[in-house]
């Protein structure tokens, strides 16, 4: 029994407060579903016995965004070029790199983060891979990310052989070269590629500026389209268990869940775990 | 299943669900065309033009809007009503499929409205989809360059060049293009010999291009160069910008890349190249040693004046020109 009384004005205070910062969530969720589409997103059950390992796909994920930010901020800056600038003799587009690093204010930084953040986004991708492999991740009916994760690694490549030569200096030619004409000794469509990458049958400063429309528009749209299919088979499957976990990979207890009569359709969201729950009881599935 | 005439009760629902519909207005179409006119005024005769067709959008917008809010307003909307005659059945036995699983009858089979405009966006999405694929995929598959010019690079009067004497020539294909275009020869006169077709004596260079066969990677001549031999590098200027020629006594040739080896030729000796050196084609323009299009080599025979090429099409570094290789490049993209 509460005392019925009349609220202090400080309670008062709190309930306005409490309101104003409510009332725009709900007006937010009341017309697009958005607050409970990101709590669905975000706050999802795992298993119980997740391991570390398993945060390398979110790492390499981070390692993306970072590359995408730094990129967009030396994109402000860099100049895709290879005429000769009459004043110093150089080309434009290894001085405007050269201006980033040296004169830029924390130009060497944002620059560093994304050549170094680069080799980290592979880096991760392969033992995020690794994981996935040795964690038995990718058996059904994960099957399907997987091959999205080899999309993404095999894009994920091209951005660094595209962005290779952006710096258009004698190391980023000449491997440039080499990349290029080992893709030229494909058999049948070879030449044709190495054609296609060289914008004609010489590197110029076409390829320059093909490589830098390659890296920053073409590539990182299709990265970002296969990481959203990605994530959204994660949330859709759910997390898997390590192979040591005591219960069977992915599953709840059966009493708590009433199995589905089928699988849930593609429009409607599986409850976390009822949908690897029903996977598993299915007839000939690991029960 | 006995045929049976649908109940006068079922034929009115439907009739009355079609008139429900309210009659189709050309107001909105006038309109359109209104805002056409005022465009295309915009581009014919801005003063005169358009003010027609804003005069055509104001008076059927008035029209379309006084129409669009009729209810609004209270004001009763008066619907004809359709009237369909009902078709004959054509056999006594088709029946009108009112109820369960019947068939249907012969008048539902043609194309109905939504069918009709399902068929239509797609076909119209379609026709725009390939519109934009074409150049795209032109774009992709197509050589970025037809019909390309042939650069001459101009090397400079014959005199440059003693007999017997190998260089190292650096020079721009493309002026314009500028130090990208930068490429390298190694080049010996040969002094001259005859014209296998007309018996004349000619003039013969040994032009090797430094393209490595393997993965294109610049190639070295092994030996002393320049000031090491007591001669000095010659540095000259002709149509194609400056032109440098290293005096050089190769022993042969070297990429620094992977360690393909050749002989002085540009035949390989070791390492992964899979053919010879590439060389220039030249023409003698005014007592000038002039470079043309390079070609591709499988193999030399015989040294200098002398030499029997097995001269191929151009091909990229890596792919094979004679052997059973050469048919997994069947067709190259064109080359100047």
């Given at each position: 029994m509460t005392l019925r009384r009349p609220p202090t004005r400080a309670e008062l205070r709190r309930q306005r407060m409490e309101e104003l910062v409510t009332y725009p969530l709900d007006w937010l969720e009341e017309r697009s579903g958005l607050v409970g589409g990101i709590r669905y997103f975000l706050f999802?059950?795992?298993?119980?016995?997740?391991?570390?390992?398993?945060?390398?796909?979110?790492?390499?994920?981070?390692?993306?965004?970072?590359?995408?930010?730094?990129?967009?901020?030396?994109?402000?800056?860099?100049?895709?070029?290879?005429?000769?600038?009459?004043?110093?003799?150089?080309?434009?587009?290894?001085?405007?790199?050269?201006?980033?690093?040296?004169?830029?204010?924390?130009?060497?930084?944002?620059?560093?983060?994304?050549?170094?953040?680069?080799?980290?986004?592979?880096?991760?991708?392969?033992?995020?891979?690794?994981?996935?492999?040795?964690?038995?991740?990718?058996?059904?009916?994960?099957?399907?990310?997987?091959?999205?994760?080899?999309?993404?690694?095999?894009?994920?490549?091209?951005?660094?052989?595209?962005?290779?030569?952006?710096?258009?200096?004698?190391?980023?030619?000449?491997?440039?070269?080499?990349?290029?004409?080992?893709?030229?000794?494909?058999?049948?469509?070879?030449?044709?590629?190495?054609?296609?990458?060289?914008?004609?049958?010489?590197?110029?400063?076409?390829?320059?500026?093909?490589?830098?429309?390659?890296?920053?528009?073409?590539?990182?749209?299709?990265?970002?389209?296969?990481?959203?299919?990605?994530?959204?088979?994660?949330?859709?499957?759910?997390?898997?268990?390590?192979?040591?976990?005591?219960?069977?990979?992915?599953?709840?207890?059966?009493?708590?869940?009433?199995?589905?009569?089928?699988?849930?359709?593609?429009?409607?969201?599986?409850?976390?775990?009822?949908?690897?729950?029903?996977?598993?009881?299915?007839?000939?599935?690991?029960? | 299943?006995?045929?049976?005439?649908?109940?006068?009760?079922?034929?009115?629902?439907?009739?009355?669900?079609?008139?429900?519909?309210?009659?189709?207005?050309?107001?909105?179409?006038?309109?359109?065309?209104?805002?056409?006119?005022?465009?295309?005024?915009?581009?014919?005769?801005?003063?005169?033009?358009?003010?027609?067709?804003?005069?055509?959008?104001?008076?059927?917008?008035?029209?379309?809007?006084?129409?669009?809010?009729?209810?609004?307003?209270?004001?009763?909307?008066?619907?004809?009503?359709?009237?369909?005659?009902?078709?004959?059945?054509?056999?006594?036995?088709?029946?009108?499929?009112?109820?369960?699983?019947?068939?249907?009858?012969?008048?539902?089979?043609?194309?109905?409205?939504?069918?009709?405009?399902?068929?239509?966006?797609?076909?119209?999405?379609?026709?725009?989809?390939?519109?934009?694929?074409?150049?795209?995929?032109?774009?992709?598959?197509?050589?970025?360059?037809?019909?390309?010019?042939?650069?001459?690079?101009?090397?400079?009067?014959?005199?440059?060049?003693?007999?017997?004497?190998?260089?190292?020539?650096?020079?721009?294909?493309?002026?314009?293009?500028?130090?990208?275009?930068?490429?390298?020869?190694?080049?010996?006169?040969?002094?001259?010999?005859?014209?296998?077709?007309?018996?004349?004596?000619?003039?013969?260079?040994?032009?090797?291009?430094?393209?490595?066969?393997?993965?294109?990677?610049?190639?070295?001549?092994?030996?002393?160069?320049?000031?090491?031999?007591?001669?000095?590098?010659?540095?000259?200027?002709?149509?194609?910008?400056?032109?440098?020629?290293?005096?050089?006594?190769?022993?042969?040739?070297?990429?620094?890349?992977?360690?393909?080896?050749?002989?002085?030729?540009?035949?390989?000796?070791?390492?992964?190249?899979?053919?010879?050196?590439?060389?220039?084609?030249?023409?003698?323009?005014?007592?000038?040693?002039?470079?043309?299009?390079?070609?591709?080599?499988?193999?030399?025979?015989?040294?200098?004046?002398?030499?029997?090429?097995?001269?191929?099409?151009?091909?990229?570094?890596?792919?094979?020109?004679?052997?059973?290789?050469?048919?997994?490049?069947?067709?190259?993209?064109?080359?100047?």
């Amino acid at each position: 029994m509460t005392l019925r009384r009349p609220p202090t004005r400080a309670e008062l205070r709190r309930q306005r407060m409490e309101e104003l910062v409510t009332y725009p969530l709900d007006w937010l969720e009341e017309r697009s579903g958005l607050v409970g589409g990101i709590r669905y997103f975000l706050f999802r059950n795992v298993p119980s016995d997740v391991n570390w390992m398993q945060t390398l796909g979110s790492a390499a994920l981070t390692a993306f965004l970072v590359q995408a930010i730094t990129g967009v901020i030396l994109a402000m800056y860099y100049t895709p070029s290879a005429a000769t600038d009459p004043a110093t003799g150089k080309p434009v587009a290894y001085e405007s790199i050269q201006n980033i690093t040296d004169h830029l204010t924390l130009g060497w930084l944002v620059r560093g983060m994304h050549r170094w953040g680069a080799s980290v986004f592979i880096i991760l991708m392969f033992l995020h891979m690794g994981r996935v492999f040795l964690f038995g991740a990718y058996k059904y009916p994960r099957e399907l990310n997987w091959i999205v994760g080899v999309l993404i690694l095999v894009l994920g490549m091209m951005e660094g052989f595209t962005g290779y030569l952006l710096p258009w200096d004698q190391t980023a030619y000449w491997a440039t070269v080499v990349g290029i004409n080992l893709n030229g000794t494909a058999p049948f469509l070879g030449p044709w590629l190495a054609q296609f990458l060289r914008s004609g049958q010489e590197i110029t400063g076409e390829t320059l500026t093909r490589f830098y429309s390659l890296h920053m528009l073409v590539i990182p749209a299709g990265i970002m389209a296969l990481i959203g299919l990605h994530l959204y088979l994660v949330i859709r499957l759910g997390v898997s268990s390590p192979p040591w976990s005591k219960e069977a990979a992915g599953m709840e207890p059966a009493e708590e869940e009433p199995v589905p009569a089928r699988r849930p359709g593609l429009m409607r969201p599986v409850p976390r775990g009822a949908g690897a729950a029903a996977i598993q009881a299915e007839p000939g599935g690991r029960d | 299943m006995e045929p049976e005439q649908p109940s006068p009760d079922t034929e009115r629902a439907s009739l009355h669900e079609e008139t429900q519909v309210p009659p189709p207005t050309l107001w909105p179409a006038g309109f359109a065309i209104g805002v056409v006119v005022i465009l295309v005024g915009l581009v014919v005769h801005p003063e005169l033009i358009s003010p027609i067709g804003a005069a055509i959008a104001v008076v059927f917008g008035y029209l379309w809007a006084r129409d669009a809010t009729a209810e609004l307003r209270g004001r009763a909307i008066v619907v004809e009503p359709e009237r369909r005659e009902r078709p004959e059945p054509r056999e006594p036995a088709a029946p009108t499929g009112l109820e369960g699983v019947a068939p249907r009858p012969a008048v539902e089979t043609a194309v109905t409205r939504s069918r009709f405009l399902e068929g239509a966006t797609l076909g119209l999405g379609g026709v725009i989809g390939g519109l934009i694929t074409v150049p795209v995929a032109g774009f992709a598959i197509l050589p970025s360059y037809l019909g390309q010019k042939q650069h001459k690079v101009d090397l400079g009067p014959l005199s440059m060049f003693p007999l017997g004497q190998w260089f190292v020539a650096t020079f721009t294909t493309d002026p314009a293009e500028g130090e990208v275009s930068r490429r390298t020869a190694f080049i010996r006169n040969n002094g001259t010999v005859a014209d296998p077709k007309t018996g004349q004596m000619v003039p013969s260079f040994t032009i090797i291009s430094n393209r490595c066969a393997h993965l294109g990677c610049p190639v070295q001549a092994n030996g002393p160069s320049g000031a090491i031999l007591g001669q000095k590098t010659v540095f000259e200027r002709t149509a194609n910008g400056k032109v440098r020629l290293i005096p050089v006594v190769p022993a042969g040739y070297g990429c620094p890349c992977h360690g393909g080896q050749y002989d002085t030729e540009g035949n390989r000796t070791a390492g992964p190249p899979v053919r010879a050196l590439d060389r220039y084609a030249f023409e003698i323009d005014n007592g000038r040693l002039v470079l043309l299009s390079t070609y591709s080599v499988s193999h030399v025979v015989g040294t200098g004046a002398q030499a029997k090429i097995y001269k191929y099409q151009e091909a990229g570094p890596g792919q094979h020109v004679d052997g059973p290789e050469q048919w997994f490049y069947p067709l190259q993209p064109p080359h100047h």
